[in-house]
């Protein structure tokens, strides 16, 4: 802004010595016409005419110019016109063609697979179709969201194939972002939004989404090791302003006291359309089906884009998140699985409905994420896009947990409180642009990243006396089921008076870190032929832990730094051009390591490796649209223990990751639409700790998903407007706990049915959903287990305008 200003400035001072045209623009009846384009020849200085037929250039510096009349359509209208300094000329154009002829034109989308989308500007940092893409990536559009009734990222993420929740977000700032996932058998958050580091660490409302990018596969070579996991990473992709008035407002409610309010709206700010505004709001209340927990939520997300000429842009937008409530209900195992007596979730003795917790333990968090772009364009051809995203996130107040204990009748419950805060700043400048060489045609994105993180979290542990044994890190035992005389106590008063008596809580666990990405990195997509198109890219990185930093010593510990090379590689054959795609690729994921083995070396970057193959289908003009390709991701410089020097660790494990990945979004009739896919997945550790040698990783997620959504809306007669869907989800049983010392513990496989009626009347939009039909338990978790809800029912009413 700063910049904007003193540019006005500086042309204000210019206006002495620069002209002014001024003019009217009319139809052929007299009557104004709005719109048209009014620019000098070969320069980028334009307007357009406002709704009165008026138009004004300043600042014009002396000279002989041509001034176009242009609308699109219609012939374009060339004066002659020369100016002197300090003069205001008035030049008025009479179009040709009548009001009648300067009719509004409507565009109307006649795309039958409304969940499909062809094309991605951020899963390659530049505008690619899918079918040319070696990456697979999967797309829920707000289309889907709308129709199902989801209001959170969460929710609409159940649309794709192989990703599985682990955690529900948990509100704490430090090991933040968001809800954990789990693909292609690794764990991964959501820490993207439009392409740029955007970590959220409470649940992410849909308000303001536009569609969710799904990106398989280790990424880190284009968005880096810091925001991507070896499965891939979640990119959220955010509502735009556009050029005229317009806007939706919404109420929804449903059970366990959920109550939301939304409000979208766009206009612009000026009458040549060059300063436009849109903001997205939400408010939310929610309890549980359990006899304790809430969370509430309100989020705000304004941006402005300003248009300053042909050439540069300017766009700004934020996201605002306010929260309070519990924490969901977390198990965690303070026996082993044999002590435990049980190896699955629907065998331990606990009560579902019970939340084990008081209403007024509330953690409150808050978010606040900002972007800001440049876009200039250098030529015709090329295109320089400089972006900055901070990211602020704090949080404060208790964190409630439990414990399975041995014998499965009693559960132990303690609590954490959380005071802090993490930071996150990153600076991205990126050349966008195309060039032949003979009749070969590149499309290049080469860039520059600066990443921040810094974090400054205080966690306060309780420690004392629990059910007459002693223990230093529970707060109280109690029975899992049935009579709990103690239930109650588990409340805001009693802990804090049992804090003051602790010993550990006056010796906190601190978190005081900063660490310092700077990264460069090119890909170049090559059509060797019109059907035949390699993709190679490559990134440099170096990594600067600055190391943890102890407030009681003023002493910083832990620092070092690495220096990470991350390669890309990808293949596409266009069987049947813009139809059908073979593809193969192979890319690379990384993870920095500290310290050193026996003999003093140091630890490099830990390295996955994937290679993975199939199709990719657009067929039918768009009605068919998928993918199937089959993957094998190795990672390896894992560091284990090293049982020659037992002090000591080396750095030669390994990890096995494959499996199977199958997506369909379909169209057969019309009204009819699907969304369908299926993901298995074979993931070991095959050279590790001898405790977890050869098992299957508690992050993996399940063997084996399925995910389905059926829909049919009437698009003719009176009935026009009227759906129904129905679908759900599968996932095999997972594991929780894996390793041979603790045993295996399992949280079992389900089905969740979800279903929907809807009637979009255009103006107006009814919905009705319900979600887990057939009111089933189930749990997820990692190293926990975690209940989840039963069946929910939500009702909708939306007015657009």
Known sequence: MIILLATTHWCY????????????????????????????????HGTMVDLNGHYELKNIHPGTYSLVARLIGLSTQTKQVVVNAGETLQLDFTLQESSQQLHEVVVSSKKANRFSAPKSSDAAKMPLNNLENAQVYSTVTSALMTEQSAFSMDDALRNVPGI???????????????????????QLNTSLRNGLPSNVSTTIDAANIESIEVL???????????????????????????????????????????????????????????LLF???????????????????????????????????????????????????????????????????????NLDYNRAYISNDLVLRSSNLNFVGQMNYKLSDNWTSQTNISVVNTNSYGPMPYFYLLAGNKQIARNVWTIDGYDRTLDIQQNFVGKFNIGTVKNRVVAGIDYYNYNANVVYHEFSGTAGGQTADDLFDVINSTGNIPNYLNFNKAKVDSAYANSPASKNPYIISNKQYITSAYISDVVNITDQLIV???????????????????????????????????????????????????????????????????????????????????????????????????????????DIDHPNFSVQNGTQLSKGLEAEII???????????????????????????????????GPEDMANLWLSYRITKGSAKGLGFGFGGNYSGKSLVVSSKSSGQFYVPEYTVLNSSVFYDAGKFRLTAAVNNLANKKYWIGWYTVNPQQLRSISGSIAFKF
Do not use: M
């Not at 704490?172 to 996932?181: I, K, L, P, T, Y």
């Not at 005229?244 to 409000?263: C, D, K, M, P």
């Not at 300017?314 to 306010?322: R, V």
């Open 13 to 44: 001072g210019q206006s002495a010595s620069t002209g002014t045209i001024t003019g009217t623009v009319q139809t052929a009846d007299g009557k104004p016409a709005a719109s048209v384009s009014i620019s000098l020849k070969g320069l980028t």
């Open 164 to 186: 599985n929740r682990l955690w529900a977000a948990t509100d704490r700032s430090g090991f933040g972002n968001g809800s954990s996932f789990a693909l292609r058998g690794f």
């Open 216 to 274: 398989k596969g280790p990424s880190a070579t284009l968005f880096g090791s810091a925001v991507t996991s070896y499965g891939g990473l979640i990119n959220r992709v955010t509502k735009k302003p556009y050029d005229h008035v317009g806007g939706e407002i919404a109420y929804s409610g449903g059970s366990y006291g959920f109550n939301r309010l939304l409000a979208d709206v766009n206009t612009p700010l000026d009458s040549a359309k060059n």
């Open 278 to 348: 849109r903001i997205n709001t939400s408010l939310n209340t929610q309890k549980t089906w359990q006899d304790a927990g809430f969370h509430n939520s309100i989020f705000v997300a304004p941006s402005l884009t300003y248009k300053v000429n042909e050439r540069l842009s300017f766009s700004f937008d934020a996201e605002l998140y306010k929260s309070e409530g519990t924490t969901p209900t977390t198990f965690f195992f303070y026996a082993t699985v044999p002590q435990l007596g049980v190896n699955s979730a629907d065998k331990l």
């Open 535 to 641: 993709n190679a890219a490559l990134r440099i990185d170096h990594f600067d832990n600055a190391g943890n930093y102890n407030p009681t010593s003023g002493t910083t510990s832990g620092g070092f730094k690495q220096t990470a090379l991350s390669p890309k590689f990808g293949v596409v054959y266009q069987v049947f051009k813009d139809k059908v795609s073979l593809f193969g690729n192979f890319q690379n994921g990384f993870t920095n390591k500290t310290g050193t083995d026996y003999a003093g070396h140091s630890f490099k970057p830990e390295q996955a490796n994937q290679l993975e193959g199939g199709v990719k289908l657009n067929a039918f003009d768009g009605k068919l649209s998928g993918t199937i390709s089959y993957y094998d991701i190795k990672v390896k410089d894992i560091v284990r223990s």
């Open 666 to 700: 379909a169209n057969p009739f019309t009204g009819f639409n699907i969304v369908a896919g299926y993901a298995h997945n074979n993931s070991k550790y095959t050279n590790a700790d001898d405790d977890v040698n050869g098992l299957r990783p508690n992050s993996s």
